[in-house]
């Protein structure tokens, strides 16, 4: 069975970067999508960005110049990170398997919280 | 940017109840609308994709329906587990969410 599992820093800085990493078993990540999705509290939901299989990426707009997504094939990870963070990025993350049709969004990990604070 | 409105917000209802969640989008999402379930503390869980395609595992009393803009979940007879918060991902264009709906027992 697929898994993702997010991992990284619950607490950082204002202006500094988020990097989180999303570690999957079960699949390897250089066959569909891998996407990274956040939770306000509130629970507004926003869809951040995927990586493909062959690297390619694509980005919200809204983050299009704070974000990058990468991975590490060798170890079947993917990461994320999200320059000048502010109190607003304050959120859950998760990242799923974000391929397309029936493939989007149908494995997710538990989720990350990370809060932007000095 | 297309926008997801999710009714109602909050929903009571009790164990053996027919219960139906909505999202109307703010155009044609053709058909590309999933529902999920989230309960506190775990990875969210697909339970249809495609408006009416019911995930592997998932019972039967859940399905989905719509066309155009609007979309259903129904859950036919609620039972003890399934108080949760729902939320629906359209991914016609981009990807955006409804607010989410949260089953409380009443």
């Known amino acids: 069975e697929v898994q993702l599992q997010e991992s990284g820093p619950g607490l950082v800085k204002p202006s500094q970067s988020l990097s989180l990493t999303c570690s999957v078993t079960?699949?390897?990540?250089?066959?569909?999508?891998w996407g990274w999705i956040r939770k306000f509290p509130g629970n507004k939901m926003e869809w951040m960005g995927y990586i493909s299989y062959s690297g390619s990426t694509s980005y919200n707009p809204s983050l299009k110049s704070r974000i990058s997504i990468t991975r590490d094939t060798s170890k079947n990870q993917f990461f994320l990170q999200l320059n000048s963070v502010t109190t607003e990025d304050t959120a859950t993350y998760y990242c799923?398997?974000?391929?397309?049709?029936?493939?989007?969004?149908?494995?997710w990990g538990q989720g990350v919280m990370v809060t932007v604070s000095s | 940017d297309i926008q997801m409105t999710q009714s109602p917000s909050f929903l009571s209802a009790s164990v053996g109840d027919r219960v139906t969640i909505n999202c109307k989008a703010s155009?044609?999402?053709?058909?590309?609308l999933n529902w999920y379930q989230q309960k506190l503390g775990e990875a969210p869980k697909r339970l249809i994709y495609n408006t009416n395609n019911l995930q592997t595992g998932i019972p039967s009393r859940f399905s989905g329906s719509g066309s155009g803009t609007d979309y259903t979940l129904t859950i036919s007879s609620l039972q003890p587990e399934d108080f949760a918060t729902y939320f629906c991902l359209q991914h016609n264009s981009l990807n955006t969410f409804g607010a989410g709906t949260k089953l409380e027992l009443k």
């Open positions: 079960g699949y390897s990540i250089t066959s569909n999508y």
């Open positions: 799923a398997r974000w391929g397309y049709g029936s493939y989007r969004g149908d494995y």
């Open positions: 155009q044609n999402i053709n058909k590309y």
